[in-house]
């Protein structure tokens, strides 16, 4: 089945040690965008790649990073993790421009416990 | 701006017992508009979507239609089951422009046997 997968599942990182997390999709979709969701609030958009274009999210701290290599992959660099950024990540693609009634398709997410 | 206004939860039910969790949005453009569905530990899952005005998005036995008239999408299911047990989101996402889907906050919903 075409889906979204995150690695891990579950990361622990110490404060202000790098960390990256992982998502890859076998759907194909032009966008590949990047959540935070705290205690089943709303996910708060990060920033979305379509195809090679980056666009952040005006009130995205410096901290978070992405990169998208291919069309599958796309990773998410926390630079300095703070106790704050301890937070359900979670990775979603959609198809693009002009394809408004395309859903958006999430992984299971990534857990992330700062110490 | 562009917005979704859901209902506060969280919404206690029995089994069995009829469900409504009301959504409305904010008109602006002519956007799709979806519910989302978030099971303890997990990512969202697409439940239901309508892309036009008096569409009737359905599934699982979740309805909600599209109403223009009064900007809402509101959710329904006639008879909820223990595993109904969950976050539902409505959302929104223009249909031309951008690519930005806009979340309503959250309700989270507990259904007792």
């Known amino acids: 089945d075409a889906m979204v997968i995150q690695n891990p599942r579950y990361q622990v990182t110490q404060f202000g040690k790098p960390v990256t997390l992982s998502c890859s999709q076998t759907l194909n979709h032009n966008v590949m965008y990047w959540y935070q969701q705290k205690s089943s609030q709303a996910p708060k958009l990060l920033f979305h790649y379509y195809d090679k274009d980056f666009n952040n999210e005006a009130d995205t701290p410096d901290n978070f990073q992405s990169r998208r290599p291919n069309t599958s992959f796309c990773f998410l660099d926390i630079r300095s993790p703070g106790l704050g950024d301890a937070a359900m990540y979670l990775c979603?693609?959609?198809?693009?421009?002009?394809?408004?009634?395309?859903?958006?398709?999430f992984g299971n997410g990534t857990r992330l416990t700062v110490t | 701006g562009n917005s979704v206004t859901q209902m506060e939860g969280p919404v206690t039910l029995s089994e069995e017992a009829f469900l409504t969790i009301n959504c409305t949005y904010t008109a602006t453009g002519y956007p799709s508009l979806f519910w989302y569905v978030q099971y303890p530990g997990e990512g969202l899952q697409l439940l239901l979507k309508?892309?036009?005005?008096?569409d009737k998005g359905s599934n699982k036995g979740f309805e909600a239609t599209y109403r223009k008239e009064t900007t809402s999408f509101h959710l329904e299911k006639g008879s909820v089951q223990v595993s109904d047990s969950a976050v539902y989101f409505c959302?929104?996402?223009?249909?031309?422009?951008?690519?930005?889907?806009?979340f309503g906050a959250g309700t989270r919903l507990f259904v007792k046997a």
């Open positions: 979603a693609t959609s198809r693009g421009a002009g394809q408004g009634g395309s859903p958006l398709h």
């Open positions: 309508a892309t036009k005005a008096d």
């Open positions: 959302a929104r996402r223009a249909n031309t422009g951008g690519f930005k889907t806009i």
